[in-house]
């Protein structure tokens, strides 16, 4: 518990001195944020569950915040909702970050990474018996992801594809993928009715599928990637950090918080995801899967660059950073480095 002490004491005194407003104005007093389908976003359900944006905000004076939460099937929706201001924070896949930032650096809407939430494996299941790998996929196969061409997975598939077929070859697969929220496909593949045989997808609908007779795996993200990398970042605009110093600074404390709890705490992790998603499976379940060592959950981002690289060099994106560094907000590194050094002591 002093570790867990130091931790906050250090990340609180970090994020202020980055967060400090230039001078005194009225804040909003609602914020809006978004999510999409999983265990990925496990951070998002303990922050809401436990009011935790509310809590670090009344601890900055601010009384009575409005929160409101949305859940939506896909990053391009949320992404639009970001640039129209009808979200101030959205957590998305990875790669939903550079295409966003490469459009609007430099306005006053744009679009940045506020933290990092998860890096967790992608599985492209299939019910399919003669698929081994994406070599054997042919136009009998369908693969259900939550947007075709713009979802991390179908970027992680297009990676997937130049590495086994050559970058000119980097869209072969598209034509066989299909829009649908991960419990919706989930539920596609399962019937074993339909067009829909595949699905790529995460946890806790890849290890659900997965223990149905025929299903199993042919691709694994990390292996694509070369290893672990963020799955899923939290976007925020220029305009709310500039203008809600405070409000952002809760925000990022309570994300801090929710990470340390999953950590520290998986069982009540684990019920809070089941209350929220209003799920039926069971705490153990959860709580196995929260436990995998694969799975990590930490607000500091990771090997971002093995994304927009791939991105830019397929042309993607046009515009790419001097480091990946710049398509964040600053206060996340120094969240980062106040955890270590609490940790160290």
Request: hydrophobic residues 45%; charged residues 20%; neutral net charge.
């Given at each position: 518990?002093k ?13 202020a001195g ?22 990925g976003y ?11 944006i ?7 004076g601010i ?8 859940s ?8 639009d909702a ?11 896949g ?21 933290c990092?939430?998860?890096s967790?494996p992608?599985?492209?299941n299939t019910?399919?018996?003669?698929v081994?790998?994406?070599r054997d996929?042919?136009?009998?196969d369908?693969i259900?992801?939550p947007a ?5 997975q ?8 130049a ?5 000119d ?17 989930m ?10 045989n595949?699905?790529f ?7 659900r ?6 299903v ?8 694509v990637?070369g290893?672990p ?9 220029r305009r ?15 994300a ?23 799920d039926?499976?069971s ?7 929260l ?15 093995r994304?927009?690289d791939?991105m ?17 907000f600053?206060?996340v590194f120094?969240?980062g480095q106040?955890?270590?050094t609490?940790a160290?002591?």
């Open positions: 518990m570790t867990k002490g130091l931790f906050f004491a250090a990340l609180l005194a970090a994020v980055t967060c400090a407003p230039p001078a005194a104005h009225a804040e909003a007093d609602e914020i809006r944020i978004a999510r999409q389908y999983g265990i496990l951070p998002l359900a303990v922050m809401e569950h436990d009011k935790l509310e809590k670090h905000a009344s601890a900055a009384k009575d915040l409005k929160v409101t939460w949305s939506f099937a896909g990053a391009n929706v949320m992404n970001l640039l129209s201001n009808s979200l101030d924070f959205a957590a998305v990875t790669t939903s970050l550079p295409v966003m930032w490469s459009k609007t650096a430099g306005s006053k809407q744009e679009v940045k990474g506020v990092a939430i998860v967790s992608l599985f492209l019910r399919n018996p003669d081994k790998s994406i996929l042919t136009d009998k369908r259900a992801l075709v061409k713009v979802s991390i179908a970027i992680i598939l297009q990676m997937a594809a590495k086994e077929f050559g970058d070859q980097v869209n072969k697969l598209d034509r066989l993928t299909i829009s649908r929220a991960h419990p919706d496909a539920a596609a593949l399962l019937s074993g009715k339909g067009e829909i595949g699905h997808t995460w946890a806790p609908f890849q290890y599928e997965l223990e149905a007779p025929g199993h795996t042919i691709l694994n993200s990390y292996d990637l290893g990398a963020t799955t899923v970042v939290m976007l925020g605009t709310f950090h500039e203008e809600n110093p405070k409000l952002y600074r809760a925000f990022l404390e309570a801090a918080e929710a990470t340390a709890i999953i950590k520290q705490d998986k069982r009540h992790a684990a019920q809070v995801y089941l209350d929220t998603t209003k039926k499976d705490v153990d379940n959860i709580v196995k899967m436990s995998d060592p694969q799975v990590q959950y930490t607000t500091l981002p990771a090997n971002i660059s994304y927009t791939f830019h060099r397929m042309g993607i994106i046009k515009k790419v950073p001097d480091s990946w560094q710049d398509m964040f600053p206060e120094a969240l106040a955890g270590a609490a160290a002591k």
